[in-house]
């Protein structure tokens, strides 16, 4: 059971625009802790996607954006691609357990 | 570029111990303290814990205390990962990341560590 919950899936059509949940707590993303977005293509290490919220690194499209409210951070895709298709994982700080937490996971499909 | 590199994949009797290395390369190695990750087939990313490069200070997750120890060798800008007391769950893939402020960015590119009797 993870400290941050993710749908375990989500897909959509070529072009489309798909929408990710992070639901945490008030001992983590409530907290103002940081939250951070990374995508793991199949078979790959997972790369750093979003940061600060709503900030990309350098390489990663304008499509990748990020939001927060009160204790849940969601990550949007727009005009999905067939390259898009991977799991995404949000991250952030946990107080009570006083170490980086992960959600578990969701699995983008690209129809 | 900013590389790490981790060693071979590993295969463990349950109860013996594994050490998984990070070197690290293209930047100031004790600049930036590493992180550990490891991912359960077809599970998420857990993370097992941090040592600051300067200073060799660690912070373990609270799951893996006591089993987990990370160290490094400045001098040779590697990171290490010991895990003790192995257990079929253990098995999995292990990944060293860089603590950058923006994020965990980048990784290794992971270790299998295979727990087999």
């Known amino acids: 059971q993870s400290v941050l919950t993710q749908p375990p899936s989500v897909s959509g059509a070529p072009g489309q625009r798909v929408t990710i949940s992070c639901t945490g707590s008030?001992?983590?993303?409530?907290?103002?802790?940081?939250v951070r977005w990374y995508q793991q293509l199949p078979g790959t290490a997972p790369q750093l996607l979003i940061y600060?919220?709503?900030n990309r690194p350098s390489g990663v499209p304008d499509r990748f954006s990020g939001s927060k409210s009160g204790t849940s951070a969601s990550l949007a895709i727009t005009g999905l691609q067939a390259e898009d298709e991977a799991d995404y994982y949000c991250?952030?700080?946990?107080?009570?357990?006083?170490?980086?937490?992960f959600g578990g996971g969701t699995k983008l499909t690209v129809l | 570029q900013v590389q790490l590199v981790q060693s071979g994949a590993e295969v463990k009797k349950p109860g013996a111990s594994v050490k998984v290395s990070c070197k690290a390369s293209?930047?100031?190695?004790?600049?930036?303290?590493m992180n550990w990750v490891r991912q359960a087939p077809g599970q998420r990313l857990e993370w097992l814990g941090w040592?600051?490069?300067?200073?060799?200070?660690?912070k373990y997750s609270q799951k893996l205390q006591g089993r987990v120890t990370i160290t490094r060798d400045t001098s040779a800008s590697t990171a290490y990962m010991e895990l003790s007391s192995l257990r079929f769950e253990d098995t999995g893939v292990y990944y060293c990341?860089?603590?950058?402020?923006?994020?965990?960015?980048?990784w290794g590119q992971g270790t299998l560590v295979t727990v087999s009797s």
């Open positions: 990341a860089r603590d950058h402020p923006r994020g965990f960015d980048p």
């Open positions: 293209g930047y100031t190695f004790i600049s930036y303290s």
């Open positions: 040592i600051n490069a300067g200073k060799g200070n660690t």
């Open positions: 008030s001992s983590n993303i409530g907290a103002g802790y940081d």
């Open positions: 600060d919220i709503n």
């Open positions: 991250q952030s700080y946990d107080s009570s357990l006083s170490g980086v937490v």
